[in-house]
């Protein structure tokens, strides 16, 4: 069993910026892929942005390619998700996501998610 807790969320205006961390337990850092998806209000889970065992490997939303960026300390079992040049489109709730054998995309293939932490973007 793996446990996420994510931090970091709140409220910032229009080209702000965040940074979202995850820290995980329960089972060896190094061997879970991460994941980020959001949630906006009133819509479908989406994906945001993976990253792979060793931090060499990561995937972005076309929406969030060149904002953010994904990067991991296996030594802290924490993933983060720096968030630059925030748009409203980005209020969601964000969610961290792991599994050993996950598919960046697919959310169907994470294992252990977090409770998920609120950004909201004002215009």
């Known amino acids: 069993q793996v446990r996420l807790v994510e931090s970091g969320g709140g409220l910032v205006q229009t080209g702000g910026s965040l940074r979202l961390s995850c820290v995980a337990s329960?089972?060896?850092?190094?061997?879970?892929?991460l994941g980020w998806f959001r949630q906006p209000p009133g819509k479908e889970r989406e994906f945001v942005a993976a990253?792979?065992?060793?931090?060499?490997?990561?995937d972005y939303a076309d929406s969030v390619k060149g904002r953010f960026t994904n990067s991991r300390d296996n030594g802290k079992n924490t993933v983060f998700l720096q968030m630059n040049s925030l748009k409203p489109e980005d209020t969601a709730a964000y969610y961290c996501?792991?599994?050993?054998?996950?598919?960046?995309?697919?959310?169907?293939?994470?294992?252990?998610w977090g409770q998920g932490t609120q950004v909201t973007v004002s215009s």
């Open positions: 996501a792991a599994g050993p054998l996950a598919v960046p995309a697919d959310p169907e293939t994470y294992d252990y």
């Open positions: 329960g089972r060896p850092f190094r061997w879970l892929k």
């Open positions: 990253i792979g065992w060793s931090g060499d490997s990561t």
